[in-house]
């Protein structure tokens, strides 16, 4: 699971207090207490397991993990620039890495269900982006679950601009570029006048997305609408990349395949109903309707980097660290995946 999945299992206690009031495990710690604080550099927030290969320091791991997600979209076509969402971005480390490269995008959206991380992400982009470009960011706090009925301003909702909504939404939070100071700090109107961003070229999930209801399946399909077609002369086919976890392949008992769904917020089928290897994986996708479906595994730049930084920390950390140990030798895999729409 997500470095925040695991990370619940040291406050399981409270877990089993709270769950059936629904509260995720991303609310229960501060990303903080893994971000070493480097002499001289900014406080980071990230929250991925991270990518070892290196380095034995958590936040140069888990940039490089974001860094690499990002590179294998360029291996799949995405340029740059355009137009760019970013599912389950945490306190928005992720968001200042697409704003800190070399081409960043016209538009970025960032799209996450807690309030605290729309917040820490505003302050991180208010504090730290980059003084020149001509980036629009809006932040909106959401379920990664699209609901048409109710979220008329959901960046999944192709129609938004169109639908009458006037700019008015709770859920948006956060509107600026080069171009304009901040349009508005709380949760009030943020009007953006009658531009309405074009489909996405990019859409990045880094380590969340088998956190989403109510399956892989059916999250992936709501993303084919916002995604670019790339049918125009000279124009590129939007690209989707995100990390997922695949159980071992004998599968999973049933008591446990609950557990972790019910305290880790898995739907079931992300634990029942996957695919046995990479291949398979890559079928699924096909038949579903994607194209030039790539998926990797980067479990041996992950897993035993991930532990080994937790087991060292001692206390609650060391069996935090111990539990990744463990899901690495039962054969679970951590996947890299990238697509386009057929």
Known sequence: MAVYSFVALAFLPLIILLAPYYIEPYQLWDPISLNDKVQGERQTRWCNMGWWEDTDSFPVAAKSLAEKLLDFAREGGYTGGGNVLDIGHGAGESLLLHLNSSNPPKHLHGLTSL????????????????????TRVELFTYSAQYNPSKHLDHPLNNMKGFMGEGGQSQHRQHAYSDEDELIEENNSQLTLGDEKPPPYDLIYILDSIYHYPP???????TLKPVLRQGEGEGEGEGVV???DILPPKEGLASW?????SYFL???????LDRPKSLDQYKELLEKEGWKDVEVQDWSAGVWRGFAGDLMARGGKWDKVGKTVQRVEKDGWRFVAVRAKKN
């Open 241 to 243: 990349v995100y990390t």
């Open 265 to 271: 917020s898995v739907p079931l089928p992300n634990l």
């Open 256 to 260: 446990k395949a609950w557990f972790i």
């Open 115 to 134: 309030s605290s991380d729309t917040k820490s992400t505003r302050q991180l982009i208010d504090g730290h982006a980059p003084e020149t470009g001509h």
């Open 215 to 221: 399956s892989l399946i059916p999250f992936l399909n």
